[in-house]
């Protein structure tokens, strides 16, 4: 039963509907706790208590408060602005975003589709999200928002390449596209996941994936395509409401994607740590969630810990060093797979 809807409701049309809405379902939920987790975070690093009031315990409603507010502000479309593309942008990033969730195997009961090309499309579909963040910058008609865009096509072009490159090395050793079979390929103990030494240089290839993707998502130190202090707000400067909360949420979508991939590729996905115990449909989306979220919660201390690149040093970092790396990794895995 890889999916446990279909398997009851067939692949007609509402099998469909309902396998296409549940990770919509998951995001709105997901994006309030990684919210929260930011605010929280941050200000006991910075030796705070962030918000404690809204919702009473320790400010768990401050992210509803947050969105309230954004969904009550007026619509607001620059005079000179391209309207259909400026209109069109928040839109294209989510949908990018969003897409990537269809061949993403929470569980052994829901896998979504199924497809052998399974990362492949991932990494193809992901690419929509620089059309449309080069489409808010242009139609901004902002040179802030403008320069922001530019440096994201280029930072995200940049850092696609160690990144396919480092989940190309964990195909060579899986021997598939299939992120259900790379998972299944992991099944038992921890010991069987990639990361811990089945093949000796895939812990060199999570921490470039690790890197990369954190330049992927505009995490910090990665956060020059909106660096507040240069930028004002980068490609989204002149966006507010709903469509600044669309690239908003777009963000955090995105965060849990490379996490879960990451955890799918390196840390056995939704195998249970334990072989047969804690193992099963629902404990599998426990495990997957829960290795996802702790990435997330790495990408979080990450970003209140470490200072923002310069652009020279975040292209230096991709081209001479990620990149050079992820080349050797590969030939190092292809030379351990054949001799082993």
Partial sequence: ???FITYYLGTGFWGSLISSILPFVWIFPYAFVAMWLELKISAHMQDRLGPMRTGRWH?????????????????IIPVAADKVLYILAPVLVFVGSYAAY???PFSPAYIGANINLGMFYIIAVSAIVVLGILMAGWASNNKWSLLGAMRTAAQLVSYEIPSSLAVLAVIMVAGSLNLNDICSAQGGWFWNWYIFGKFPFLFITFVIYFIASLAET??????IPEAESELVAGYHTEYSGMRFAFFYLAEYANMFTVSAIAALLFFGGWNSPFGTFMSGPIWGLFWLITKA???VFIQIWLRWTLPRFRVDQLMYLSWKILTPFA???IFAVGLWTVLK
């Fill in 59 to 75: 400010g768990w409603a401050q992210p509803l408060a947050d969105v309230t507010k954004l969904m009550q502000k007026e619509d």
């Fill in 102 to 104: 269809a061949a993403i």
């Fill in 293 to 295: 979220m702790t990435l």
């Fill in 1 to 3: 039963m890889h999916n």
């Fill in 218 to 223: 505009n995490r910090a130190p990665f956060d």
């Fill in 327 to 329: 080349l050797l990794n």
